[in-house]
């Protein structure tokens, strides 16, 4: 089995690091809102599959840490945590479409659908790479930390701010 390449764990670290801080900031933001959160169906699956992601980000990120790790072992872990925050990004996608979003034409609801839709394939993409013993499927994880950070950003937006207009 081949071990993670050397240099990986301090991605693991920095990444664990920033994801679990901005998760901080988003629990913060979900706490100060609530009540205007659960008035909105759409902000509660929001919040819910934006916590699933950043889940999947730190989770992925400590798992590069322990050694020795594989990547056949990182692989199969990241595919299994990828597919179960796919699965409550597609439920919240679903919920927030239906529900639609008032002053937002088609345009901007489909950009935002689709990078919330989008952040999970790079994780999916790099665990079937890993799991095949490609380690240029550690890039593709580092492709997901990042769109979740983005994205995960924008919803703590959301939720702070833009919940209260």
């Given at each position: 089995m081949t071990a993670l390449p050397e240099g990986w764990t301090d991605f693991g670290v920095a990444a664990a690091g920033a994801t679990a801080a901005l998760a901080g900031l988003l629990i913060v933001a979900i706490s100060v809102n609530v009540s205007e959160i659960i008035a909105s169906?759409?902000?509660v699956h929001g919040a819910r599959a934006t916590i699933a992601s950043l889940v999947?980000?730190?989770a992925v990120?400590?798992?590069m840490l322990p050694a020795p790790q594989t990547l056949?072992?990182?692989g199969i872990a990241t595919i299994v945590l990828g597919l179960i925050a796919s699965a409550i990004q597609i439920s919240a996608i679903r919920a927030?479409?239906?529900a639609g979003e008032a002053g937002l034409t088609a345009g901007p609801r489909i950009a935002i659908l689709a990078l919330a839709a989008g952040q999970?394939?790079?994780f999916l993409v790099g665990?079937?790479?890993l799991l095949v013993g490609v380690d240029a499927g550690l890039w593709w994880l580092v492709a997901g930390v990042v769109m979740v950070v983005v994205a995960s950003l924008v919803d703590a937006w959301v939720l702070l701010i833009e919940v209260r207009r």
């Open positions: 169906k759409s902000a999947l980000a730190i990120s400590l798992l056949l072992g990182l927030q479409w239906v999970h394939l790079p665990g079937i790479l």
